[in-house]
């Protein structure tokens, strides 16, 4: 599928070009990604003490946490197939989901 090239989508494919760039050097894309993944940590972990404090809205944080991660495998998807997506977007994607499904296990198993 061939998508538009948009104002928008321009800004975005620059900002990666931007990003990658940024991030040729190993010290500042570790550090970017480890920032992402405790980022994500800490939101994943944050969702399930809140859950589990209400215990009210389980099945609605579940059900939007499983459309998080379900958008978030897709967009990696499809973007590893586009040319124009970068390595360090897909890395991005990648670190954030980790971080966000290892807070969730964390939270779970203190739960436990």
Do not use: H
């Not at 958008?71 to 586009?82: H, V």
């Not at 977007?89 to 296990?105: C, H, P, T």
């Amino acid at each position: 599928m061939k998508y538009q090239s948009t104002g928008f989508s321009r800004n975005i494919s620059n900002i990666i070009k931007r990003l990658d760039f940024w991030a040729a050097n190993p010290w500042r894309k570790y550090s970017l990604l480890l920032i992402i993944f405790l980022i994500a940590f800490f939101l994943g972990s944050s969702i399930g003490m809140i859950n589990g404090a209400l215990a009210l809205m389980d099945p609605v944080g579940a059900f939007f946490t499983v459309i998080l991660i379900e958008f978030l495998i897709r967009l990696r998807r499809s973007g590893s197939n586009r040319k124009d997506m970068k390595s360090i977007s897909i890395k991005i994607i990648d670190s954030f989901r980790m971080g966000f499904v290892y807070g969730l296990f964390m939270e779970g198993f203190k739960l436990l």
